[in-house]
């Protein structure tokens, strides 16, 4: 059974992390998964804030491997990117190899470089906490893909099996990720762009749908509240094309007023439209259909990152494969992608007013709705 180190207790470890594994736990049943002992947590940052129920604080990496065995431990690194090398590298001295890293992996080709090193050094088990990989939607919509048609569909009344829809081709994805963000980019600089918050998320999914890809445009705009501007946190579009030959468009908007994590695949011959679940307190996805063969309309749970969570605690337990195939490698090309959106963003504002796309531009047309 694995013990568990939470480093880190800013948002993601404790408002994320934390209560995905309690569901984890009770997701795991009787499986022997998970250590019956208080949760480690070690904060780097040192807030004041009381320890959460049940976890035990300890005073730093060193005292987390005196008070349970390492080998035996999966690490949670919830620390915001651009301050994981240090850590990580303490972490591989005192015998850590399991190791969940809180999306993005790292914040630019400079860290990502350096997380793979630190990888291959000392044979770490690294899994990037992407949950909408693992989210039941996506496995939907990958099958979808794959096969060319729409699976695992309710049975007539009568009890006629429905056919599976006719998709055909792949043709191109959209995604449109919209949630009010202002107190937190306020308050906190952890997440540096708007490429660094929701998109993550959805460039893997893109990556997982639709294959390699290169960033043929990018844009980003500032957050503004009265008189206080927040660079580079407002808005951002991205379009990837695709070696397969269909392209992904994603809008993000940390402005907005109101949340949606909406994906929409066209075919040959059908639109998929998904919903991802918009924050903690839900844990359902939607999904409709439009196909030549008519229209349909799912709901289904998705708690995609307590589900996460438990299917790496059992690979690293040995109990089955990953969740993910692969799944590191996808995670080191979204950085790649997201590292070349940025400085394409960057080179437009350095070269001024006269630039060919103006800011804003492409997050206009980059916006499907």
Not at 148 to 170: I, K, N, W, Y
């Amino acid at each position: 059974m694995l013990q568990t180190l939470v480093v880190g207790l800013g948002r993601a470890g404790r408002g994320l992390h934390l209560p995905a594994l309690a569901r984890a736990r009770s997701l795991a049943g009787r499986r022997p998964v998970f250590a019956p002992r208080p949760v480690l947590c070690f904060d780097p940052l040192g807030r004041p804030d009381p320890p959460p129920p049940g976890t035990q604080p300890v005073a730093s990496l060193r005292a987390a491997a005196d008070t349970a065995d390492a080998a035996d431990t999966v690490v949670h690194m919830c620390t915001p990117p651009g301050t994981r090398i240090r850590l990580l590298e303490e972490l591989a001295g005192l015998g850590y190899r399991r190791i969940l890293v809180e999306k993005p992996l790292a914040a630019d080709e400079r860290e990502l470089e350096a997380v793979v090193a630190l990888r291959r050094r000392f044979d770490l088990h690294l899994a990037v906490v992407a949950q909408w990989l693992t989210s039941a939607l996506t496995h939907r919509l990958r099958a979808a893909v794959r096969e060319g048609r729409l699976h695992g569909l309710s049975p007539h009344g009568d009890g006629a099996p429905v056919p599976p829809p006719e998709l055909g081709g792949l043709r191109s994805v959209s995604v449109v990720q919209r949630k009010p963000r202002f107190v937190r980019s306020l308050t906190s600089r952890a997440h540096p762009t708007v490429f660094d918050v929701e998109l993550p998320h959805s460039v893997g999914v893109a990556l997982a749908l639709a294959g390699g890809a290169r960033v043929a445009s990018a844009s980003w705009s500032d957050m503004a509240l009265g008189n206080v501007e927040v660079p580079r946190l407002g808005q951002a579009g991205l379009v990837l094309q695709h070696d397969s030959g269909a392209a992904t468009e994603i809008f993000s908007d940390l402005t907005a007023p109101t949340r949606e994590r909406r994906i929409t695949l066209e075919f040959e011959r059908g639109t998929l439209v998904g919903h991802y679940p918009c924050s903690e307190d839900d844990d359902t996805s939607q999904l409709r259909a439009a196909t030549e063969d008519g229209s349909l309309h799912l709901v289904f749970h998705d708690d995609a990152l307590a589900d996460f969570v438990l299917g790496a605690y059992e690979h690293f337990a040995g109990l089955r494969r990953p969740p993910v195939e692969d799944a590191f490698g996808l995670q080191v090309r979204a950085v790649r992608l997201l590292s070349a959106a940025k400085a394409m963003c960057a080179e437009r504002a350095a070269a001024g007013p006269g630039s060919p796309v103006r800011a804003g531009e492409r997050i206009r047309h980059a916006d499907p709705a």
